[in-house]
Nanobody, 126 residues
C-alpha cells in the first residue's frame, strides 16, 4: 500500500527551479512531521528539509538553506519542496518521508522515519 507519492522531478539547468510534491493521507499523517531526503549515486541518503506536523516549524540542511522551501497543507494532504537556484550538486533522487505514529518532534535522521515514498529524480545540468 503506497502511502506517500512524490511528483515533480525532472531535468533542469543550473539556476532554474523545480517544485516537488508529496501526496499523503491527511487522516494518517496529519500529526506526523514530513521530511525530504535525497540520495545521489554512490552517496548515502542525505536529509534536506523537514516540517513539523503543524507546519509551524521548518528546518533545512545548510546546503539548501536560502534556496529551498518546505511546506505542507494538511487539509489537502500535500507537502511541497520548492527548489530555487538549483545546482548540479542537487542532482539526486528525492524522497518524501513521514512517521507512522504522531510526533511532536521533527527529526532530521532517516532512521526516525518509517514511511517513505518511491522517490523522484532531479537532475541539474551545468
Amino acid at each position: 500500500q503506497v502511502q506517500l507519492v512524490e511528483t515533480g522531478g525532472g531535468l533542469v539547468r543550473a539556476g532554474e527551479s523545480l517544485r516537488l510534491s508529496c501526496a499523503f493521507s491527511a487522516r494518517t499523517f496529519n500529526r506526523s512531521p514530513l521530511a525530504w531526503f535525497r540520495q545521489a549515486p554512490g552517496k548515502e541518503r542525505e536529509w534536506v528539509a523537514a516540517v513539523s506536523w503543524s507546519a509551524y516549524s521548518t528546518y533545512y540542511a545548510d546546503s539548501v538553506k536560502g534556496r529551498f522551501t518546505i511546506s505542507r497543507d494538511n487539509a489537502k494532504g500535500t507537502g511541497d519542496l520548492q527548489m530555487n537556484n538549483l545546482k548540479p550538486e542537487d542532482t539526486a533522487v528525492y524522497y518524501c518521508a513521514a512517521r507512522a505514529r504522531p510526533s511532536g518532534h521533527t527529526p532530521s535522521t532517516a532512521s526516525e522515519y518509517d514511511i517513505w515514498g518511491q522517490g523522484t529524480q532531479v537532475t541539474v545540468s551545468s
